[in-house]
Each structure stands twice: as C-alpha cells, then as structure tokens.
C-alpha cells in the first residue's frame, strides 16, 4: 500500500523559506507527483507536479520561487519554497498519481493517493 508522508512546514516571517518533504513509501508505480495546497476558504490548487521523465510542472504564483525535486534513492519528493509571501500560508499536500488520465497534473482529482498535510504559515 502506498504511504505519503509530509514534513517540514511550519512557521515563517515574509521572505522566509521552507523544505517540505514527502516520504512514500510502497511499490506501486507512480507515474506522477504533485504538491498541492489548500487555504481556508480557497480551493484546493495544485502548486508544482513532477513527471516521470523529470518534467516538471509551476502554478504561476509560485514560480521562480518554489522547486519540486525528488531523491529516488530515498523515495522522498521535495518542495523547496523560498521568499514565502503571507500568501503562500495554506495546507500543503503531496499526492501522486498512477497514470493521469487526462493530462493534467493540477487536477486533484487525477491523484490516487495522499499525504496528511502539513501546515505551512507566513507572517508579514
């Protein structure tokens, strides 16, 4: 059974930075990894997705900010986030995806399975 577990939020001053991580664990084939996030009150949004082949994929109000990586020996996906804005400050998921059906890595709902979240807070 696939595992995701998410790490490393917490709480910043604008300008800030942050590493979340996501331990999966598992044999499945993930063909697709994506970090999303959620604010109260907002939709869930996809932020940065990682393809199979290294591609990967930004919501415009993070890029140039964040990069999504990944450690294959250690089966952990990355999101570093640099210059935090109070903007930023949502719940933040891992989720990865068997296959997407449609081709669109910001679709939450193309993603099979899901981390727990973690709480990432700027403050100006």
């Known amino acids: 059974q696939v595992q995701l577990v998410e790490s490393g939020g917490g709480s910043v001053q604008a300008g800030g930075s942050l590493r979340l991580s996501c331990a999966a664990s598992?044999?499945?084939?993930?063909?697709?990894m994506g970090w999303f996030r959620q604010a109260p009150g907002q939709e869930r949004e996809g932020v940065a997705g990682?393809?199979?082949?290294?591609?990967?994929s930004y919501a415009d109000p993070v890029k140039g900010r964040f990069t999504i990586s990944q450690d294959n020996a250690k089966n952990t996906l990355y999101l570093q986030m640099n210059s935090l804005q109070p903007e930023d400050t949502a719940m933040y998921y891992c989720a990865a995806a068997v296959d997407l059906w449609d081709g669109n890595w910001s679709d939450q709902y193309e993603y099979n399975y899901w981390g727990q979240g973690t709480q990432v807070t700027v403050s100006s």
């Open positions: 598992g044999y499945t084939y993930l063909y697709y």
């Open positions: 990682l393809d199979s082949d290294g591609s990967t």
